[in-house]
Nanobody, 124 residues
């Protein structure tokens, strides 16, 4: 059983920064690719970023590339999302995700495991 628990969301002004964390537990979780999605009100859940179980090969959606950085610490079973230069359109609930499948496929095929989500609100 895989469990994912996000933290670090909150309210920030445009141009500010936040760092999200996702603590993972479960057998073999350190060998799974992990990543982040977000869902704004009235919109579908969208892929943001993911990386391999070794912490390499990060993959970002175009709207956050250059502003967000994903990383992981397998010793702590934790994945992070550093978000800089935040914009009001980044406002959403952010979800941590994990799956055995290659993370490059996650834009088409959603991961199996999800956290409960953490709210990020960016004010203008």
């Amino acid at each position: 059983q895989v469990q994912l628990v996000e933290s670090g969301g909150g309210l920030v002004q445009a141009g500010g920064s936040l760092r999200l964390s996702c603590a993972a537990s479960g057998r073999f979780i350190s060998t799974y690719p992990m990543g982040w999605f977000r869902q704004a009100p009235g919109k579908e859940r969208e892929f943001i970023a993911a990386l391999s179980w070794t912490g390499t090969n990060p993959y970002y959606t175009d709207s956050v590339r250059g502003r967000f950085t994903i990383s992981r610490d397998n010793a702590k079973n934790t994945v992070y999302l550093q978000m800089n230069s935040l914009k009001p359109e980044d406002t959403a609930v952010y979800y941590c995700a994990a799956d055995r499948s290659n993370h490059y496929s996650w834009t088409a095929s959603k991961p199996t495991y999800w956290g409960q989500g953490t709210q990020v609100t960016v004010s203008s």
